[in-house]
Protein backbone atom coordinates (compact mmCIF):
# COMPACT_ATOMS: atom_id res chain seq x y z
CA UNK A 1 0.00 0.00 0.00
CA UNK A 2 2.83 2.36 0.58
CA UNK A 3 3.86 2.38 -3.17
CA UNK A 4 0.79 3.61 -4.61
CA UNK A 5 -0.07 5.82 -2.38
CA UNK A 6 0.43 9.06 -3.05
CA UNK A 7 1.97 10.56 0.98
CA UNK A 8 4.78 7.90 0.18
CA UNK A 9 5.58 10.01 -3.09
CA UNK A 10 5.01 13.58 -1.38
CA UNK A 11 6.94 12.54 1.48
CA UNK A 12 9.69 11.27 -0.89
CA UNK A 13 9.82 14.33 -3.16
CA UNK A 14 9.71 16.50 -0.34
CA UNK A 15 12.57 14.98 1.33
CA UNK A 16 14.90 14.96 -1.99
CA UNK A 17 14.50 18.53 -2.55
CA UNK A 18 14.45 19.85 0.84
CA UNK A 19 18.04 17.20 1.82
CA UNK A 20 19.38 18.71 -2.14
CA UNK A 21 18.52 22.39 -1.73
CA UNK A 22 20.17 21.88 2.27
CA UNK A 23 23.35 20.24 1.01
CA UNK A 24 23.99 23.01 -1.62
CA UNK A 25 23.79 25.36 1.14
CA UNK A 26 26.17 23.36 3.01
CA UNK A 27 28.61 23.31 0.21
CA UNK A 28 27.58 26.95 -0.82
CA UNK A 29 28.38 27.92 2.97
CA UNK A 30 32.05 26.31 2.43
CA UNK A 31 32.98 28.29 -0.34
CA UNK A 32 32.86 31.25 1.73
CA UNK A 33 33.97 30.16 5.36
CA UNK A 34 36.84 27.40 5.87
CA UNK A 35 35.10 25.04 7.90
CA UNK A 36 36.78 21.86 10.39
CA UNK A 37 34.19 19.04 9.10
CA UNK A 38 33.54 17.51 5.80
CA UNK A 39 30.32 18.48 3.92
CA UNK A 40 28.77 14.60 4.26
CA UNK A 41 29.24 15.13 8.07
CA UNK A 42 27.52 18.22 8.37
CA UNK A 43 24.79 17.47 6.32
CA UNK A 44 24.08 14.13 8.17
CA UNK A 45 24.09 16.86 11.24
CA UNK A 46 20.76 18.18 10.29
CA UNK A 47 19.14 14.71 9.47
CA UNK A 48 16.05 15.48 12.28
CA UNK A 49 14.94 17.99 9.96
CA UNK A 50 13.21 15.49 7.56
CA UNK A 51 13.30 13.31 9.98
CA UNK A 52 10.38 15.42 11.81
CA UNK A 53 8.31 15.70 8.73
CA UNK A 54 8.93 12.80 6.55
CA UNK A 55 8.30 9.66 9.39
CA UNK A 56 5.18 11.29 10.12
CA UNK A 57 4.09 10.99 6.25
CA UNK A 58 5.69 7.41 5.88
CA UNK A 59 3.84 6.00 8.77
CA UNK A 60 0.50 7.73 9.96
CA UNK A 61 -1.42 5.42 7.25
CA UNK A 62 -0.13 2.55 8.01
CA UNK A 63 -2.13 1.28 10.89
CA UNK A 64 -4.66 4.52 11.46
CA UNK A 65 -5.41 4.28 7.72
CA UNK A 66 -6.46 0.78 7.41
CA UNK A 67 -8.66 0.96 10.91
CA UNK A 68 -10.50 3.78 9.22
CA UNK A 69 -11.31 2.48 6.12
CA UNK A 70 -11.92 -1.23 8.24
CA UNK A 71 -9.27 -3.03 6.14
CA UNK A 72 -7.59 -3.64 9.73
CA UNK A 73 -10.82 -5.99 10.06
CA UNK A 74 -10.37 -7.96 6.99
CA UNK A 75 -6.77 -8.07 7.70
CA UNK A 76 -7.31 -9.46 11.28
CA UNK A 77 -10.13 -12.56 9.93
CA UNK A 78 -6.91 -13.59 7.92
CA UNK A 79 -4.72 -16.50 9.50
CA UNK A 80 -1.72 -13.72 9.37
CA UNK A 81 0.12 -13.28 12.95
CA UNK A 82 -0.19 -9.74 14.59
CA UNK A 83 3.35 -9.57 14.90
CA UNK A 84 3.86 -10.08 11.16
CA UNK A 85 0.91 -7.55 10.19
CA UNK A 86 3.12 -4.98 12.81
CA UNK A 87 6.44 -5.81 11.02
CA UNK A 88 5.81 -5.73 7.67
CA UNK A 89 4.18 -2.35 8.09
CA UNK A 90 7.35 -1.22 9.48
CA UNK A 91 9.64 -2.67 7.44
CA UNK A 92 7.99 -1.26 4.47
CA UNK A 93 8.12 1.87 5.92
CA UNK A 94 11.60 1.42 7.06
CA UNK A 95 13.11 0.37 3.53
CA UNK A 96 11.89 3.05 1.80
CA UNK A 97 13.04 5.32 4.72
CA UNK A 98 16.21 3.73 4.23
CA UNK A 99 16.24 4.04 0.07
CA UNK A 100 15.61 7.91 0.44
CA UNK A 101 18.59 8.45 2.59
CA UNK A 102 20.72 6.27 0.27
CA UNK A 103 18.96 8.44 -2.19
CA UNK A 104 20.74 11.55 -1.13
CA UNK A 105 24.35 9.71 -1.51
CA UNK A 106 23.70 11.07 -5.32
CA UNK A 107 24.31 14.55 -3.93
CA UNK A 108 28.24 13.77 -2.89
CA UNK A 109 28.23 11.96 -6.14
CA UNK A 110 26.92 14.94 -8.08
CA UNK A 111 28.81 17.55 -6.35
CA UNK A 112 32.45 15.27 -7.18
CA UNK A 113 31.30 15.39 -11.04
CA UNK A 114 31.23 18.92 -10.77
CA UNK A 115 34.29 19.82 -8.69
CA UNK A 116 36.82 16.92 -9.84
CA UNK A 117 39.75 18.66 -7.60
CA UNK A 118 37.43 18.64 -4.41
CA UNK A 119 37.17 15.00 -5.35
CA UNK A 120 40.34 13.77 -6.04
CA UNK A 121 41.36 15.64 -2.28
CA UNK A 122 38.73 12.86 -1.30
CA UNK A 123 36.83 15.66 0.87
CA UNK A 124 33.55 14.74 -0.60
CA UNK A 125 33.64 11.62 -0.68
CA UNK A 126 35.66 10.18 2.30
CA UNK A 127 33.89 6.52 2.64
CA UNK A 128 34.43 6.52 6.01
CA UNK A 129 31.70 9.36 7.57
CA UNK A 130 29.45 8.02 4.86
CA UNK A 131 29.83 4.36 6.11
CA UNK A 132 29.65 5.65 10.07
CA UNK A 133 26.85 8.40 9.36
CA UNK A 134 24.70 5.31 7.23
CA UNK A 135 25.24 2.93 9.71
CA UNK A 136 23.90 5.60 12.40
CA UNK A 137 20.41 6.65 9.93
CA UNK A 138 19.92 2.51 9.70
CA UNK A 139 20.47 2.18 13.81
CA UNK A 140 17.91 5.44 14.46
CA UNK A 141 15.79 4.58 12.06
CA UNK A 142 14.65 1.93 13.67
CA UNK A 143 13.70 4.08 16.75
CA UNK A 144 11.91 6.74 14.54
CA UNK A 145 10.36 4.19 12.48
CA UNK A 146 8.63 2.54 15.11
CA UNK A 147 7.52 5.75 16.84
CA UNK A 148 5.62 6.29 13.68
CA UNK A 149 4.37 2.73 13.28
CA UNK A 150 3.10 2.75 17.20
CA UNK A 151 2.16 6.32 17.39
CA UNK A 152 -0.46 4.93 14.15
CA UNK A 153 -1.24 2.30 16.08
CA UNK A 154 -3.13 3.63 18.49
CA UNK A 155 -5.68 5.95 17.06
CA UNK A 156 -8.32 5.72 14.14
CA UNK A 157 -7.16 9.01 12.39
CA UNK A 158 -4.48 9.89 10.09
CA UNK A 159 -3.93 13.04 11.71
CA UNK A 160 -3.71 12.37 15.55
CA UNK A 161 -1.35 9.41 14.41
CA UNK A 162 0.72 12.00 12.46
CA UNK A 163 0.98 14.72 15.31
CA UNK A 164 1.78 12.14 17.87
CA UNK A 165 4.53 10.92 15.86
CA UNK A 166 5.98 14.40 15.50
CA UNK A 167 5.90 15.39 18.67
CA UNK A 168 7.38 11.84 19.90
CA UNK A 169 10.19 12.06 17.60
CA UNK A 170 10.31 16.07 18.51
CA UNK A 171 10.84 15.21 22.39
CA UNK A 172 13.07 11.48 21.57
CA UNK A 173 15.50 14.02 19.57
CA UNK A 174 15.52 17.54 20.93
CA UNK A 175 14.73 16.14 24.22
CA UNK A 176 17.59 14.68 24.87
CA UNK A 177 19.76 17.40 23.77
CA UNK A 178 17.98 19.65 26.32
CA UNK A 179 18.48 17.51 28.83
CA UNK A 180 21.91 17.28 27.56
CA UNK A 181 22.50 20.86 27.74
CA UNK A 182 20.85 21.29 31.18
CA UNK A 183 23.14 19.34 32.39
CA UNK A 184 26.29 20.60 30.85
CA UNK A 185 25.13 24.19 32.46
CA UNK A 186 26.66 23.69 35.80
CA UNK A 187 23.57 21.47 37.03
CA UNK A 188 25.23 18.64 39.01
CA UNK A 189 23.53 15.62 38.50
CA UNK A 190 23.92 12.20 40.43
CA UNK A 191 25.96 9.77 38.55
CA UNK A 192 23.40 7.83 37.40
CA UNK A 193 21.13 10.43 35.76
CA UNK A 194 23.95 11.92 33.84
CA UNK A 195 24.95 8.36 32.69
CA UNK A 196 20.97 8.19 31.63
CA UNK A 197 21.35 11.64 29.89
CA UNK A 198 24.58 10.59 27.91
CA UNK A 199 22.85 7.88 26.48
CA UNK A 200 19.96 9.46 25.03
CA UNK A 201 21.91 11.88 23.23
CA UNK A 202 20.91 10.93 19.66
CA UNK A 203 23.25 13.43 18.19
CA UNK A 204 26.05 12.44 20.00
CA UNK A 205 25.44 9.07 19.05
CA UNK A 206 25.84 10.69 15.73
CA UNK A 207 29.06 12.38 16.23
CA UNK A 208 30.66 9.00 17.52
CA UNK A 209 29.27 7.28 14.32
CA UNK A 210 30.80 9.88 11.88
CA UNK A 211 33.83 10.06 13.61
CA UNK A 212 33.80 6.00 12.79
CA UNK A 213 33.23 5.09 16.92
CA UNK A 214 30.56 2.14 17.06
CA UNK A 215 29.78 1.92 20.18
CA UNK A 216 27.21 -1.22 22.04
CA UNK A 217 24.86 1.31 23.94
CA UNK A 218 23.47 3.49 20.80
CA UNK A 219 23.00 -0.21 19.49
CA UNK A 220 20.75 -1.54 22.60
CA UNK A 221 18.76 2.01 22.97
CA UNK A 222 17.31 2.27 19.74
CA UNK A 223 17.02 -1.84 18.81
CA UNK A 224 15.34 -2.16 22.17
CA UNK A 225 13.42 0.83 22.19
CA UNK A 226 12.33 0.21 18.74
CA UNK A 227 11.50 -3.46 19.37
CA UNK A 228 9.35 -2.26 22.86
CA UNK A 229 7.22 0.05 20.58
CA UNK A 230 6.50 -2.13 18.29
CA UNK A 231 5.38 -4.99 20.53
CA UNK A 232 3.21 -2.73 22.02
CA UNK A 233 1.94 -1.71 18.94
CA UNK A 234 1.18 -5.31 18.22
CA UNK A 235 -0.69 -5.68 21.39
CA UNK A 236 -2.72 -2.44 20.67
CA UNK A 237 -4.01 -4.08 17.42
CA UNK A 238 -4.59 -6.87 19.25
CA UNK A 239 -7.18 -5.70 21.69
CA UNK A 240 -8.60 -3.28 19.96
CA UNK A 241 -8.86 -4.20 15.94
CA UNK B 1 -23.90 -36.27 17.40
CA UNK B 2 -22.37 -37.53 14.28
CA UNK B 3 -21.35 -34.87 12.16
CA UNK B 4 -19.44 -31.59 14.19
CA UNK B 5 -21.67 -28.99 13.53
CA UNK B 6 -19.93 -26.23 11.43
CA UNK B 7 -20.62 -23.86 13.79
CA UNK B 8 -21.15 -23.82 17.75
CA UNK B 9 -22.11 -21.30 19.81
CA UNK B 10 -23.16 -21.79 24.04
CA UNK B 11 -23.92 -18.99 25.63
CA UNK B 12 -22.59 -16.44 24.13
CA UNK B 13 -22.11 -12.66 26.34
CA UNK B 14 -20.37 -9.77 25.26
CA UNK B 15 -20.33 -6.35 26.99
CA UNK B 16 -18.84 -2.75 25.88
CA UNK B 17 -18.15 -1.50 29.45
CA UNK B 18 -22.02 -1.46 30.57
CA UNK B 19 -23.81 -1.76 27.64
CA UNK B 20 -24.53 -5.41 26.88
CA UNK B 21 -24.46 -6.49 23.38
CA UNK B 22 -25.14 -9.76 23.14
CA UNK B 23 -26.38 -12.16 26.09
CA UNK B 24 -26.18 -15.72 26.26
CA UNK B 25 -26.31 -16.31 22.41
CA UNK B 26 -26.70 -20.21 22.02
CA UNK B 27 -27.38 -21.61 18.55
CA UNK B 28 -25.70 -23.96 16.15
CA UNK B 29 -25.45 -23.95 12.31
CA UNK B 30 -24.59 -27.67 10.44
CA UNK B 31 -22.58 -27.93 7.80
CA UNK B 32 -23.67 -27.36 4.21
CA UNK B 33 -26.76 -25.09 5.86
CA UNK B 34 -26.96 -21.60 4.85
CA UNK B 35 -28.30 -19.69 7.87
CA UNK B 36 -29.95 -16.10 8.14
CA UNK B 37 -29.36 -13.79 10.96
CA UNK B 38 -32.08 -11.44 11.42
CA UNK B 39 -32.73 -8.56 13.90
CA UNK B 40 -33.08 -4.98 13.63
CA UNK B 41 -30.08 -3.11 13.45
CA UNK B 42 -28.13 -3.04 17.33
CA UNK B 43 -29.18 -6.22 17.57
CA UNK B 44 -25.78 -8.02 18.14
CA UNK B 45 -25.70 -9.50 14.47
CA UNK B 46 -22.16 -8.19 13.95
CA UNK B 47 -20.96 -8.98 17.30
CA UNK B 48 -21.82 -12.61 17.13
CA UNK B 49 -20.34 -12.49 13.72
CA UNK B 50 -16.76 -10.38 14.83
CA UNK B 51 -16.72 -13.15 17.72
CA UNK B 52 -17.05 -15.75 15.29
CA UNK B 53 -14.40 -14.95 13.09
CA UNK B 54 -11.94 -14.58 15.91
CA UNK B 55 -11.67 -10.47 15.67
CA UNK B 56 -13.13 -9.55 19.06
CA UNK B 57 -12.94 -11.88 21.94
CA UNK B 58 -16.40 -12.87 24.07
CA UNK B 59 -16.82 -11.84 27.74
CA UNK B 60 -17.86 -15.26 28.55
CA UNK B 61 -19.58 -18.26 27.09
CA UNK B 62 -18.07 -20.40 23.96
CA UNK B 63 -17.59 -20.60 19.84
CA UNK B 64 -16.73 -23.92 17.79
CA UNK B 65 -15.70 -23.62 14.45
CA UNK B 66 -15.22 -26.74 12.77
CA UNK B 67 -15.03 -28.35 16.25
CA UNK B 68 -12.25 -25.70 17.06
CA UNK B 69 -12.67 -23.67 19.60
CA UNK B 70 -12.38 -19.97 18.61
CA UNK B 71 -11.03 -18.68 21.98
CA UNK B 72 -8.00 -20.93 21.92
CA UNK B 73 -6.82 -20.89 18.60
CA UNK B 74 -8.22 -18.00 16.69
CA UNK B 75 -5.54 -18.68 14.52
CA UNK B 76 -6.75 -22.56 12.88
CA UNK B 77 -10.56 -20.64 12.84
CA UNK B 78 -9.49 -17.62 10.40
CA UNK B 79 -8.10 -20.53 8.20
CA UNK B 80 -11.58 -22.05 7.92
CA UNK B 81 -13.71 -18.97 7.73
CA UNK B 82 -14.29 -16.26 5.05
CA UNK B 83 -15.54 -12.97 6.50
CA UNK B 84 -17.15 -10.49 4.58
CA UNK B 85 -17.26 -7.30 7.21
CA UNK B 86 -20.23 -5.05 7.56
CA UNK B 87 -19.86 -2.32 4.82
CA UNK B 88 -17.38 -3.99 2.55
CA UNK B 89 -13.86 -2.45 3.30
CA UNK B 90 -11.61 -2.49 -0.10
CA UNK B 91 -8.32 -0.74 -0.47
CA UNK B 92 -9.50 1.69 -3.00
CA UNK B 93 -6.04 2.27 -4.98
CA UNK B 94 -5.61 -1.36 -5.95
CA UNK B 95 -6.80 -3.32 -9.06
CA UNK B 96 -9.35 -6.19 -8.34
CA UNK B 97 -7.30 -9.01 -9.18
CA UNK B 98 -4.10 -7.50 -7.37
CA UNK B 99 -6.04 -7.35 -4.35
CA UNK B 100 -7.42 -10.73 -4.22
CA UNK B 101 -4.15 -12.17 -5.19
CA UNK B 102 -2.60 -9.99 -2.50
CA UNK B 103 -5.60 -11.72 0.12
CA UNK B 104 -4.57 -15.15 -1.25
CA UNK B 105 -1.02 -14.96 -0.16
CA UNK B 106 -2.52 -13.47 3.02
CA UNK B 107 -4.56 -16.32 3.48
CA UNK B 108 -1.70 -18.78 2.93
CA UNK B 109 -2.75 -20.21 -0.06
CA UNK B 110 0.46 -21.89 -1.84
CA UNK B 111 2.31 -19.80 -3.80
CA UNK B 112 2.04 -21.67 -7.36
CA UNK B 113 -1.38 -22.36 -6.31
CA UNK B 114 -2.47 -18.34 -6.22
CA UNK B 115 -3.46 -17.82 -9.84
CA UNK B 116 -5.33 -20.36 -10.03
CA UNK B 117 -7.55 -19.97 -6.88
CA UNK B 118 -7.64 -16.29 -7.80
CA UNK B 119 -9.46 -16.84 -11.18
CA UNK B 120 -11.73 -19.63 -9.81
CA UNK B 121 -13.49 -17.17 -7.22
CA UNK B 122 -13.25 -14.49 -9.64
CA UNK B 123 -15.47 -17.11 -12.05
CA UNK B 124 -17.45 -17.63 -9.11
CA UNK B 125 -18.56 -14.56 -8.69
CA UNK B 126 -18.17 -13.47 -12.21
CA UNK B 127 -15.53 -10.98 -12.02
CA UNK B 128 -12.78 -12.36 -14.41
CA UNK B 129 -14.70 -11.38 -17.47
CA UNK B 130 -15.94 -7.83 -16.02
CA UNK B 131 -13.86 -6.49 -14.15
CA UNK B 132 -10.71 -8.30 -13.46
CA UNK B 133 -8.03 -5.29 -14.06
CA UNK B 134 -9.97 -2.62 -12.22
CA UNK B 135 -9.12 -0.10 -10.01
CA UNK B 136 -11.50 -1.42 -7.07
CA UNK B 137 -12.55 2.41 -5.94
CA UNK B 138 -13.85 2.81 -9.62
CA UNK B 139 -16.33 -0.16 -9.26
CA UNK B 140 -19.73 -0.13 -8.58
CA UNK B 141 -21.49 -1.03 -5.24
CA UNK B 142 -22.71 -3.97 -6.63
CA UNK B 143 -19.29 -5.40 -8.06
CA UNK B 144 -17.57 -4.05 -4.63
CA UNK B 145 -19.51 -6.47 -2.85
CA UNK B 146 -18.34 -9.18 -5.36
CA UNK B 147 -15.09 -8.47 -4.90
CA UNK B 148 -16.00 -9.13 -1.16
CA UNK B 149 -17.22 -12.41 -1.69
CA UNK B 150 -14.56 -13.31 -3.99
CA UNK B 151 -12.65 -12.53 -0.41
CA UNK B 152 -14.27 -14.18 1.57
CA UNK B 153 -14.10 -17.35 -0.59
CA UNK B 154 -10.62 -17.64 -0.96
CA UNK B 155 -8.46 -20.17 0.68
CA UNK B 156 -11.37 -22.63 0.58
CA UNK B 157 -12.23 -22.24 3.84
CA UNK B 158 -15.69 -23.98 5.34
CA UNK B 159 -17.19 -21.49 6.60
CA UNK B 160 -18.25 -18.09 5.10
CA UNK B 161 -19.48 -15.15 7.26
CA UNK B 162 -21.19 -12.18 5.23
CA UNK B 163 -22.28 -9.45 7.46
CA UNK B 164 -25.29 -7.53 4.87
CA UNK B 165 -24.05 -8.11 1.74
CA UNK B 166 -26.87 -7.05 0.33
CA UNK B 167 -26.76 -3.35 1.83
CA UNK B 168 -27.37 -0.71 -0.48
CA UNK B 169 -27.47 -2.45 -3.83
CA UNK B 170 -30.18 -2.40 -6.10
CA UNK B 171 -32.85 -5.15 -7.24
CA UNK B 172 -30.63 -6.57 -9.68
CA UNK B 173 -27.64 -6.62 -8.07
CA UNK B 174 -29.38 -8.16 -4.79
CA UNK B 175 -30.82 -10.75 -7.48
CA UNK B 176 -26.93 -11.60 -8.32
CA UNK B 177 -25.42 -11.60 -5.09
CA UNK B 178 -28.64 -13.81 -4.36
CA UNK B 179 -27.35 -16.35 -7.44
CA UNK B 180 -24.06 -16.43 -6.37
CA UNK B 181 -24.86 -17.32 -2.55
CA UNK B 182 -27.45 -19.97 -3.93
CA UNK B 183 -24.61 -21.69 -6.40
CA UNK B 184 -22.48 -21.77 -2.74
CA UNK B 185 -25.37 -24.11 -1.70
CA UNK B 186 -24.27 -27.33 -0.28
CA UNK B 187 -20.48 -26.48 -0.79
CA UNK B 188 -19.97 -24.29 1.90
CA UNK B 189 -21.94 -23.23 5.43
CA UNK B 190 -23.23 -19.59 4.89
CA UNK B 191 -24.05 -17.30 7.78
CA UNK B 192 -24.80 -14.19 6.41
CA UNK B 193 -27.27 -11.04 8.31
CA UNK B 194 -29.30 -8.55 6.74
CA UNK B 195 -32.33 -6.27 8.24
CA UNK B 196 -33.64 -7.22 4.35
CA UNK B 197 -36.29 -9.71 5.26
CA UNK B 198 -37.59 -10.96 2.08
CA UNK B 199 -33.56 -11.13 1.07
CA UNK B 200 -33.20 -13.72 4.06
CA UNK B 201 -36.16 -15.56 3.14
CA UNK B 202 -35.38 -16.31 -0.34
CA UNK B 203 -31.84 -17.47 0.29
CA UNK B 204 -31.79 -19.14 3.60
CA UNK B 205 -32.47 -22.59 4.89
CA UNK B 206 -32.62 -21.49 8.22
CA UNK B 207 -33.61 -18.28 10.12
CA UNK B 208 -31.85 -16.82 13.55
CA UNK B 209 -34.17 -13.92 14.68
CA UNK B 210 -32.08 -11.93 17.49
CA UNK B 211 -32.91 -9.01 19.06
CA UNK B 212 -31.51 -6.81 21.79
CA UNK B 213 -28.63 -9.24 21.99
CA UNK B 214 -30.72 -12.40 22.34
CA UNK B 215 -31.85 -15.25 19.81
CA UNK B 216 -35.46 -14.98 19.57
CA UNK B 217 -36.15 -17.53 17.66
CA UNK B 218 -34.79 -20.05 15.59
CA UNK B 219 -35.68 -22.25 12.28
CA UNK B 220 -37.16 -22.80 9.20
CA UNK B 221 -39.49 -20.08 7.81
CA UNK B 222 -42.27 -22.50 8.25
CA UNK B 223 -41.81 -23.48 11.66
CA UNK B 224 -41.29 -19.80 12.56
CA UNK B 225 -44.52 -19.15 11.07
CA UNK B 226 -45.93 -22.01 12.88
CA UNK B 227 -44.98 -20.90 16.18
CA UNK B 228 -45.41 -17.13 16.26
CA UNK B 229 -48.40 -16.70 13.68
CA UNK B 230 -50.15 -19.93 14.10
CA UNK B 231 -53.13 -21.01 12.00
CA UNK B 232 -53.59 -20.63 8.25
CA UNK B 233 -54.50 -17.53 6.67
CA UNK B 234 -56.63 -16.70 3.79
CA UNK B 235 -57.60 -13.71 2.52
CA UNK B 236 -61.09 -13.80 0.87
CA UNK B 237 -63.93 -11.96 -1.52
CA UNK B 238 -67.54 -12.58 -0.33
CA UNK B 239 -70.79 -10.82 -1.02
CA UNK B 240 -72.09 -10.12 2.78
CA UNK B 241 -71.19 -9.67 6.13
CA UNK B 242 -68.93 -10.36 7.84
CA UNK B 243 -70.94 -11.73 10.06
CA UNK B 244 -72.48 -14.07 7.71
CA UNK B 245 -69.26 -15.61 7.29
CA UNK B 246 -68.01 -16.04 10.44
CA UNK B 247 -71.08 -18.10 11.38
CA UNK B 248 -71.24 -20.22 8.21
CA UNK B 249 -68.05 -21.33 9.10
CA UNK B 250 -68.52 -21.72 12.52
CA UNK B 251 -71.40 -24.33 11.56
CA UNK B 252 -68.79 -26.31 10.04
CA UNK B 253 -66.99 -26.32 12.94
CA UNK B 254 -64.06 -23.77 11.73
CA UNK B 255 -63.05 -21.33 14.30
CA UNK B 256 -61.95 -18.30 12.34
CA UNK B 257 -60.56 -14.53 13.50
CA UNK B 258 -61.00 -11.78 11.70
CA UNK B 259 -57.50 -9.61 11.19
CA UNK B 260 -58.90 -7.73 8.34
CA UNK B 261 -61.59 -6.41 6.44
CA UNK B 262 -62.07 -3.87 3.41
CA UNK B 263 -64.97 -3.20 1.64
CA UNK B 264 -64.68 -2.30 -2.03
CA UNK B 265 -66.93 -2.05 -5.02
CA UNK B 266 -69.94 -1.14 -2.76
CA UNK B 267 -70.92 -4.59 -1.36
CA UNK B 268 -68.06 -6.94 -1.86
CA UNK B 269 -66.28 -7.42 1.34
CA UNK B 270 -62.62 -8.41 1.66
CA UNK B 271 -61.56 -10.22 4.24
CA UNK B 272 -58.05 -11.94 5.50
CA UNK B 273 -58.77 -14.31 8.03
CA UNK B 274 -56.97 -16.82 10.28
CA UNK B 275 -58.97 -20.29 10.43
CA UNK B 276 -58.27 -22.53 12.71
CA UNK B 277 -59.60 -26.54 12.23
CA UNK B 278 -58.28 -30.04 11.43
CA UNK B 279 -57.00 -31.08 7.80
CA UNK B 280 -56.73 -29.37 4.55
CA UNK B 281 -59.02 -25.99 5.28
CA UNK B 282 -59.41 -24.09 2.13
CA UNK B 283 -61.64 -26.76 0.61
CA UNK B 284 -63.38 -27.20 3.75
CA UNK B 285 -63.95 -23.20 3.65
CA UNK B 286 -64.85 -22.97 0.46
CA UNK B 287 -67.54 -25.70 0.92
CA UNK B 288 -68.69 -24.23 4.15
CA UNK B 289 -68.90 -20.50 2.40
CA UNK B 290 -70.62 -21.80 -0.86
CA UNK B 291 -73.43 -24.11 1.20
CA UNK B 292 -74.64 -20.54 2.94
CA UNK B 293 -77.40 -18.67 1.73
CA UNK B 294 -76.19 -15.17 2.93
CA UNK B 295 -73.11 -14.78 1.26
CA UNK B 296 -71.55 -15.66 -1.67
CA UNK B 297 -67.52 -16.45 -1.84
CA UNK B 298 -65.78 -14.49 -4.85
CA UNK B 299 -62.60 -15.65 -4.43
CA UNK B 300 -60.35 -17.19 -1.71
CA UNK B 301 -56.31 -17.65 -1.64
CA UNK B 302 -54.44 -19.07 1.31
CA UNK B 303 -51.67 -16.66 2.31
CA UNK B 304 -48.37 -17.58 4.02
CA UNK B 305 -47.23 -14.70 6.25
CA UNK B 306 -43.70 -13.64 4.72
CA UNK B 307 -40.84 -13.32 7.24
CA UNK B 308 -41.50 -9.87 8.15
CA UNK B 309 -44.53 -10.38 9.90
CA UNK B 310 -43.18 -13.28 11.90
CA UNK B 311 -40.01 -10.90 12.61
CA UNK B 312 -42.23 -8.42 14.13
CA UNK B 313 -44.53 -10.72 15.90
CA UNK B 314 -41.43 -12.12 17.34
CA UNK B 315 -39.43 -9.09 18.63
CA UNK B 316 -42.69 -7.92 20.14
CA UNK B 317 -42.76 -10.16 22.05
CA UNK B 318 -40.70 -9.00 25.43
CA UNK B 319 -37.39 -10.53 25.67
CA UNK B 320 -38.20 -11.81 29.43
CA UNK B 321 -40.79 -13.54 28.20
CA UNK B 322 -39.41 -14.70 24.82
CA UNK B 323 -36.43 -16.34 27.03
CA UNK B 324 -38.60 -18.08 29.38
CA UNK B 325 -41.04 -19.71 26.93
CA UNK B 326 -40.75 -22.98 26.64
CA UNK B 327 -41.78 -22.67 22.46
CA UNK B 328 -38.31 -20.28 22.26
CA UNK B 329 -35.88 -22.66 24.20
CA UNK B 330 -36.88 -25.45 22.01
CA UNK B 331 -37.19 -23.06 19.16
CA UNK B 332 -32.81 -22.39 20.43
CA UNK B 333 -32.29 -25.77 20.87
CA UNK B 334 -33.61 -26.75 17.22
Not at chain 2, 320 to 326: G, L, R, V
Request: charged letters at 20%; aromatic letters at 8%.
Amino acid sequence: MLLISPPTYIAAVLFVSLMGFLYWAILRGMINTPEESLPIVQFLKIFWIPVFFVVPLLTMRSVAGERSTGTLDTLMTTPTSRVAVILSKFSGAYIFYMLLWLSTLSFPLIASKFFPSAAVSGSLLETAPIIGGFAFLALSGVLFISIGIFASSITRSQLVAGMLSFTTLFVAIIGGQQLGNIAENGAELAFWASELVNYLQIFEHLDDFSRGVIDTRPFFYYISTGALLLGLSTLVIEAKA
Amino acid sequence: METTPSIRVENLTRKFGAFTAIQNVSFTVNPGEIVGFLGPNGAGKSTTMRILSGIMPATSGSAWVGGIPVANNPHEVKQRIGYMPENNPLPDGMRVVEYLRFRARLKGVPGRKISDTVLDVMETCDLARTARRKIIGTLSKGFRQRVGIADALLGDPEVIIMDEPTIGLDPHQIQGIRKLINNLRGRLTVVLSSHILPEIERSCDRVIIINRGRVVASGTSDSLREEFLPGKRFNLEVKGTEQSVTEALKTKGIETEVLEKEISDGDILRLSLRAEGHGDLGPQLMAALSESTDCTLRSLAPYAPNLEEIFLAATKRSWEETMDSPKAIAAVKA
